[in-house]
């Protein structure tokens, strides 16, 4: 099976995605959509995997960790202490999870990999020749931030997906668009 990496974020007027090790904005649609995308499988027998780095992670409030329903991955320079999360797996390079995921043990377990952040994960990811698509959800209103999401490659073709709720979107007064975009390099030398 060839790894796809599809890229999952949301990011305001200056493309800032997070600030003080937390996210800018509360849009709990928004949040139920990333829940709703990262989770669901079409082969019910298979997870998804959700690829994040040690800062993303370290994040998520201890009562949604690991995130459930999903095979979580985490990037570190150093090792991660997963010991007591199930599904949690911790990695020191791109390269080792690679490995992994075309290892025995997961190649038949997982079924989408979603790349949920922070900037380097994005950033290497979408390096990668296996950067497939890039779910973004653009908040339409400026927000003070510490974390930007990476420079977008220049040829990304929008397509719509049927998950993907379209138009704008607005949640206490905030509008923000599902944006959806592929990648036409997916899996070239
Ligand atoms: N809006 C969104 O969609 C969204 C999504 C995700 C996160 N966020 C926000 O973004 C912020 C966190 O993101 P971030 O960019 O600061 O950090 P991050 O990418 O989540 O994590 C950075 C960490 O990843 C590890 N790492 C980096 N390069 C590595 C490499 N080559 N090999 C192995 N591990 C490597 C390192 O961990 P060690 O230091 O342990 O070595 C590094 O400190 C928070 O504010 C969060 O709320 C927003």
Known sequence: ?????????????????GKNKDLPWRLKSEMAFFSRMTSETV????????????KTW???????????????????????????YKDCYSFTSLQ??????????????????WVIGGSYIYEETMKSKFFHRLYLTKIMK???????FPKM????????????????QEENGIQFVYNVYENPDFNKE
């Open 1 to 17: 099976m060839v790894v796809k990496f599809d890229l999952i974020a949301a990011a305001c007027e200056n493309m800032g995605i």
């Open 43 to 54: 082969d019910k027998n298979k997870k998804n995997v959700v690829l994040m780095g040690r």
């Open 153 to 168: 490659k220049d040829n990304l073709v929008k397509i719509s997906d049927s998950r993907v709720p379209e138009g704008i």
């Open 142 to 148: 400026h927000f003070d931030c510490d974390t930007f």
């Open 96 to 113: 080792e999870v690679l490995d992994t995921l075309g290892g025995e043990k997961f190649q038949d377990q997982y079924e989408n990999v």
């Open 58 to 84: 370290d994040c998520i409030p201890p009562k949604f960790k690991p995130l459930s329903n999903r095979i979580n991955f985490i990037m570190s320079r150093s090792s991660v202490d997963v010991q007591n």
